[in-house]
């Protein structure tokens, strides 16, 4: 999400749907040079696993939801499975876990299989058909964590920002195509209701803030958010 476009970025074509793939993005998505953006809420994701594992040493069958370049898998590699829709995004994880290639809006990525699911920046298949396959892959007891961008940070920038779209992440490629992908970013009431339409429970919600990063890159971050303003917000939910 790189800020600060020529004007042939302007003139080029938009991709601007729900159901495009984060293959268009994958080959840049890591570059932190370019998409500063991502890389702050990987920073902010990154700090909000450390403190789980430092507490809690979550084990058990695990899995990395929209894994891309799984964060999880510098926590813990026995037992996880990495789940992705893209290729792309997954080709930069190392060998010898395994990698389920899947869409999960589309179906099932296993049966009462998981004691954790992960969904680290998971906003772009926040979806009720998501949640029913969470739901379906969790075991009784088992829980999800799930990530996205803070929903006070999607209100602040994408609401106010000239061309951006509320619903979206806007992506400026490289080559100055701009890239609108699916990110859906909810107020509290309203991921509760999501998650308890699917039969979890929302148990806690948590933020990580600015103030908790070492160093925020992204002027898409640093001009709209304070210090005590949340980065990612993420919630904490539980199949009973
Ligand atoms: C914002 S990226 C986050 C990637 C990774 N979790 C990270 O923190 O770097 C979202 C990821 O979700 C994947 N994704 C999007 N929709 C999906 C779906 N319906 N099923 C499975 N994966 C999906 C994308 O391919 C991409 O890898």
Same mark, same amino acid.
């Given at each position: 999400m790189k800020s600060g476009i020529g004007q042939a970025a302007y003139k080029s074509t938009e991709i601007h749907s729900c159901q495009a793939s984060y293959d268009i993005v994958a080959s840049e998505y890591y570059d932190a040079d370019l998409h500063p953006t991502c890389a702050d809420f990987r920073a902010a994701s990154r700090v909000y696993l450390k403190k789980v594992f430092d507490a809690e040493a979550p084990r058990g069958r695990i899995a990395d939801v929209g894994c891309g370049r799984s964060l999880v898998l510098e926590f813990v590699s026995k037992d996880l499975v990495l789940v992705d829709e893209s290729r792309g995004m997954v080709q930069g994880n190392m060998g010898g876990v395994e990698v389920r290639i899947a869409n999960i809006e589309m179906g099932s990525f296993g049966h009462e299989e998981f004691d954790w699911i992960f969904a680290i920046l998971g906003d772009p298949y926040n979806t009720p058909a998501a949640w029913g396959h969470i739901f379906e892959a969790l075991r009784p007891k088992g829980q999800c964590i799930f990530i996205t961008p803070s929903v006070v940070w999607a209100k602040k920038f994408r609401e106010r920002d000239k061309g951006e779209r509320s619903g979206f992440a806007r %992506?400026?490629?490289? $080559? $100055?195509?701009?890239?609108?992908?699916?990110?859906?970013? %909810?107020?509290?009431?309203?991921?509760?209701?999501?998650? +308890?339409? =699917?039969?979890?429970?929302?148990?806690?919600?948590?933020?990580? %803030?600015?103030?908790?990063?070492?160093?925020?890159?992204?002027?898409?971050?640093?001009?709209?958010? =304070?210090? +005590? +303003?949340?980065?990612? +917000?993420?919630?904490?939910?539980?199949?009973?």
């Amino acid at each position: 999400m790189k800020s600060g476009i020529g004007q042939a970025a302007y003139k080029s074509t938009e991709i601007h749907s729900c159901q495009a793939s984060y293959d268009i993005v994958a080959s840049e998505y890591y570059d932190a040079d370019l998409h500063p953006t991502c890389a702050d809420f990987r920073a902010a994701s990154r700090v909000y696993l450390k403190k789980v594992f430092d507490a809690e040493a979550p084990r058990g069958r695990i899995a990395d939801v929209g894994c891309g370049r799984s964060l999880v898998l510098e926590f813990v590699s026995k037992d996880l499975v990495l789940v992705d829709e893209s290729r792309g995004m997954v080709q930069g994880n190392m060998g010898g876990v395994e990698v389920r290639i899947a869409n999960i809006e589309m179906g099932s990525f296993g049966h009462e299989e998981f004691d954790w699911i992960f969904a680290i920046l998971g906003d772009p298949y926040n979806t009720p058909a998501a949640w029913g396959h969470i739901f379906e892959a969790l075991r009784p007891k088992g829980q999800c964590i799930f990530i996205t961008p803070s929903v006070v940070w999607a209100k602040k920038f994408r609401e106010r920002d000239k061309g951006e779209r509320s619903g979206f992440a806007r %992506f400026v490629l490289s $080559g $100055g195509r701009s890239v609108y992908l699916r990110s859906l970013i %909810f107020p509290v009431a309203e991921q509760r209701a999501l998650i +308890d339409r =699917s039969n979890l429970k929302l148990i806690e919600v948590h933020s990580i %803030f600015a103030s908790e990063l070492p160093n925020v890159r992204s002027p898409k971050i640093s001009q709209h958010l =304070s210090d +005590d +303003d949340p980065v990612v +917000d993420v919630y904490r939910v539980s199949k009973l």
